[in-house]
């Protein structure tokens, strides 16, 4: 057995307190300490670090043999034996890629996304990992910041549930058992509000939109039991999160009451003293010690100044004590003491049968159709004469893992191209041209070829969006239109008269209002990992039918961004009636005669395609909404119900979506808030009572006084298909305990 049961809390503090007597200052501030492994073999430098008891965590060795050895040298040569923590980004899968964080969101399938960590879990623990770096846990409403794809979307609920389910998946109900890795909630806090979507910008965001809005995600993963934490690289109102005391001992240490282990980010706490914050490595520790970080990644500053720091009385002992505690609890939680071996014999193999089966099914669960005029989709492959399959990434084992894959195996990869031949087998001869040369290309001249395919063909699916490169870590884009030549490759393949089906492969929602006029459907697809090409082709073809919702808002336009359903209404909201376009405003018109409603006089005030929103093969209406009560006592709840009727043509699952509208708050309050949300499979013809019940603690929101407050008051709800529900009732919550 590689790990034992898990230890009761109370007896790993005492061992922890018993192992901290017998350290010297230099042991305890070796494990604070996390580097870079080799990969494969080890250096000679950190050999002696393990040793010496220098290093107490590595990071990016995936080589079991190594990891082993690294352990081996840990217990049995240092002089504590204390066991390595062994990092890994493990973001979406392993060997088996699963669908792009934003992708799995879109499934609002938690017991998905539990089940992906899951696989994932173990297919790194066989290879000696015992900690990721995931869930990214940042709300993200700027499309042009690349990490918007390892992100659960702009929604903090849905974010918040589905992290937690990730944390589930990962952790297991016992980190010590095997096949278990410890999770990490990163990046603490705010790092997705990065200004104009560009990594690793600063972030200014006021106090209560930081609670009511950035936190309420990670508080769910650390309820969900979350190992640890790693701070973000970013600034927040000017004080790096790396040393940041209000994020990491106000919040996370006091009020929250966690004893989650903290990591910085690569070289953040070094950066400290970049962002012009400390004078040199030397304060940077000091910060960041002070604030809280337990270990430092990558640079050294701990390693290098902490015991100086103690010696000269800047730092007490006990300061370090605290850090180290934190460190070595996650170490106790693990199991590592009672074996920190891995015995891969014990794991399935990667990338097993069952784990593309999985993949398979999160790829169909995490696909948006966008669009279907005319029910385009799904296509009757018995009665289709001719299919051309055009674009860049229609073929690309590789494109279609997405960001963060560097287990990723593209030998596992099935390809669009490839799917839809196996479907269609040998009845159709179906063609394919890349169109351009990969997604940034401006250069045309592959246009012609692919458009004499498509003029020959019934049916062109053309794969377009973005490869891997183009979202993630430092990739963000300034304009998040189609990249490249594509949108002219669409235009004049649409031009040829063949019915266009777009597939959207894609790191970040993109501003479509271009595209989408030349399509009879868009199916987003986000990266959906190494199965892409079975699920999309049986997506196509009807054997299985979409039922993704968008976990973020697509702009009509980049000049929109921040666009999000769950805005504020200002004081001037714009209607209907008050909205008009540039182009319609009269030569000379008065400067008060238009308008005077918030909006943008280029471009629509809505968004091309709002939160919440997925469309399936059948249709799903929504009708007599109903409440228990028009009153929520102080101490009760309310149920809210609708039916939903599958009035379509097939079987489909809907994702029924509960919206309320505080409509008076002690801060302004967002004109719709998602509160709860569930998968209903429906039968063709099947009318179902879906029922919501809430309560006081549900409508709580922080105030003014930055407090979590319980306003009574008058509040709207919707229950519906998107964000735009229609379905409206009204209930109040009472400041008594029984309703009147
Ligand atoms: C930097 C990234 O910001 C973080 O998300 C990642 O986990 C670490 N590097 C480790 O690779």
Redesign the pocket.
């Known amino acids: 057995m590689t790990r034992t049961a898990s230890l009761q809390a109370a007896e790993i503090e005492q061992r922890i307190t018993a192992l901290l007597e017998r350290m010297s200052l230099d042991e305890k501030v070796g494990q604070l300490t996390l580097l870079q492994a080799g990969g494969g073999h080890i250096p000679e430098h950190l050999r002696e670090d393990v040793r010496a008891g220098r290093v107490g965590a590595v ?1 990016n060795e995936v080589h079991v043999d190594t990891a082993n050895e690294l352990q081996r040298i840990a217990t049995e040569e240092s002089r504590l034996g204390i066991p390595l923590l062994v990092g890994r ?1 493990v973001i979406h899968g392993f060997t088996t890629v699963f669908p792009i964080p934003l992708g799995q969101a879109a499934s609002w399938d938690p017991a998905l996304v539990t089940a992906c960590a899951r696989v994932a879990a173990q297919e790194s623990a066989a290879c000696g990992v015992n900690w990721t ?1 995931a869930p990214m846990l940042d709300i993200a409403r700027d499309p042009r910041w690349g990490r918007i794809a390892e992100s659960l979307g702009e929604d903090p609920v849905l974010a918040g549930q589905l992290g937690a389910a990730m944390v589930r998946g990962f952790q297991g109900d016992d980190l010590a058992k095997p096949g278990a890795i410890a999770a990490c909630a ?2 603490f806090a705010a790092y997705g509000a990065s200004e104009s979507g560009r990594d690793y910008n600063s972030t200014n965001v006021p106090e209560n939109e930081l609670r009511n809005v950035y936190l309420p995600p990670f508080k769910a993963a650390l309820d969900a039991g979350a190992a640890s934490v ?1 701070t973000s ?1 970013s600034d927040l109102d000017g004080v790096p999160a790396s040393a940041n005391t209000f994020l990491l001992r106000d919040i996370l240490r006091e009020e929250w009451r966690s004893d989650a282990m903290v990591v910085s ?2 070289d953040s706490i070094r950066q400290l003293a970049v962002h012009g914050f400390t004078e040199d490595d030397r304060s940077s520790a000091f910060e960041a010690a002070r604030a809280g970080v337990d270990l430092e990644m990558a640079s050294t500053t701990y390693r290098d100044h902490l015991p100086s720091l103690v010696r000269d009385g800047r730092l007490t002992e006990s300061r370090i004590d605290a850090l180290v505690r934190n460190v070595l609890r996650l170490k106790f939680r693990l199991g590592l003491f009672e074996s920190a071996q891995t015995d891969a014999a014990r794991f399935a193999p990667a990338a097993s049968p069952s784990h593309l089966a999985l993949a398979y099914e999160a790829a169909v669960g995490s696909a948006v159709l966008l669009t279907n005029r005319d029910w385009a989709l799904p296509l009757d492959a018995s009665t289709l004469t001719s299919l051309a399959v055009i674009g860049p990434l229609a073929d690309d084992p590789h494109e279609q893992l997405g960001t963060w894959v560097f287990d990723g195996d593209a030998q596992y990869s099935r390809t669009i191209l490839d799917a839809v031949r196996a479907h269609v087998g040998d009845r159709i001869d179906v063609r394919f041209a890349r169109g351009v040369a990969n997604t940034r290309s401006r250069r045309t001249d592959l246009i012609d070829e692919a458009v004499a395919l498509a003029a020959n063909s019934e049916v062109t699916v053309l794969v377009l969006g973005e490869e891997a490169i183009l979202s993630g ?1 430092a990739h963000c884009r300034a304009d998040v239109t189609l990249p490249g030549a594509q949108q002219a490759l669409l235009e004049a393949v649409a031009a040829t008269g063949t019915k266009v089906i777009v597939v959207l492969m894609t790191g970040r929602p993109l501003a479509l209002e271009a595209a989408v006029p030349h399509a009879h459907a868009m199916l987003c697809v986000w990266h959906p990992g190494s199965m892409a090409g079975p699920a999309v082709s049986d997506l196509l073809f009807g054997v299985r039918s979409p039922s993704g919702k968008l976990p973020v808002t697509f702009p009509r336009v980049t000049g929109q961004i921040p666009i999000y359903y769950a805005h504020k209404h200002t004081g001037k909201p714009v209607t209907p009636e008050s909205y008009i376009h540039q182009e319609d405003i009269e030569p000379r018109a008065h400067q008060v005669s238009v308008g005077n409603t918030s909006f943008h006089l280029d471009t629509h005030y809505t968004p091309l395609f709002p939160f919440g929103h997925g469309l399936s093969y059948s249709h799903v209406e929504y009708e007599h909404l109903w409440s228990s009560s028009g009153v929520l006592p102080m101490e009760g709840r309310l149920t809210l119900g609708v039916d939903v009727v599958n009035v379509g043509p097939r079987d489909t699952v809907e994702t029924v979506q509960l919206y309320v509208r505080d409509l008076v708050g002690d801060v302004t309050r967002p004109v719709r808030e998602l509160k709860a949300f569930t998968r209903v499979a429906l039968a063709r013809g099947e009318r179902r009572t879906v029922e919501f019940t809430i309560t006081p603690r549900d409508l709580a929101f922080y105030g003014r006084a930055q407090r979590l407050l319980v306003e009574p008051g008058r509040f709207h709800a919707w229950i519906g298909g998107s964000s735009t529900a229609e379905l409206r009732t009204e209930f109040t919550l009472l400041d008594h305990a029984t309703s009147a």
């Open positions: 990071l980004d770096f990163k990046h790693m690289f980010d690569w870590e």
